[in-house]
């Protein structure tokens, strides 16, 4: 099993910045990918970003290219997302989660895969 927990959430101005951190525990953090999710009330979860176990891949929605930057820290067991140039749209909960069954190649955006999920971190972006 994977345990993890987000922190870094907050409110912040129009095109202002935050970081979101997820620690994670359980299994060994660099045998699985790692992806970001977000979900606005009335609105179905989307893809945000994801990193592969070494961290030498990532993908972005086109949404948040340019803005965000999805990272980890393997020996902190630790995926990060920096979130710059927020905007009101941005205002949801984020969510970490994982893919313990990656592809040897390529990024998942599925929702579906990730098997393990965080609480959430309400991120607010005002105007």
């Known amino acids: 099993q994977v345990q993890l927990v987000e922190s870094g959430g907050g409110l912040v101005q129009a095109g202002g910045s935050l970081r979101l951190s997820c620690a994670a525990s359980?299994?060994?953090?660099?045998?699985?990918?790692m992806g970001w999710f977000r979900q606005a009330p009335g609105k179905e979860r989307e893809f945000v970003a994801a990193?592969?176990?070494?961290?030498?891949?990532?993908l972005n929605a086109d949404s948040v290219k340019g803005r965000f930057t999805i990272s980890r820290d393997n020996a902190k067991n630790t995926v990060y997302l920096r979130m710059n140039s927020l905007k009101p749209e941005d205002t949801a909960v984020y969510y970490c989660?994982?893919?313990?069954?990656?592809?040897?190649?390529?990024?998942?955006?599925?929702?579906?895969?990730?098997?393990?999920w965080g609480q959430g971190t309400q991120v607010t972006v005002s105007s």
């Open positions: 989660a994982s893919d313990t069954n990656p592809p040897m190649y390529g990024l998942r955006t599925s929702p579906s895969v990730y098997d393990y």
């Open positions: 359980g299994r060994t953090f660099s045998s699985y990918g």
């Open positions: 990193v592969n176990r070494s961290g030498g891949r990532t």
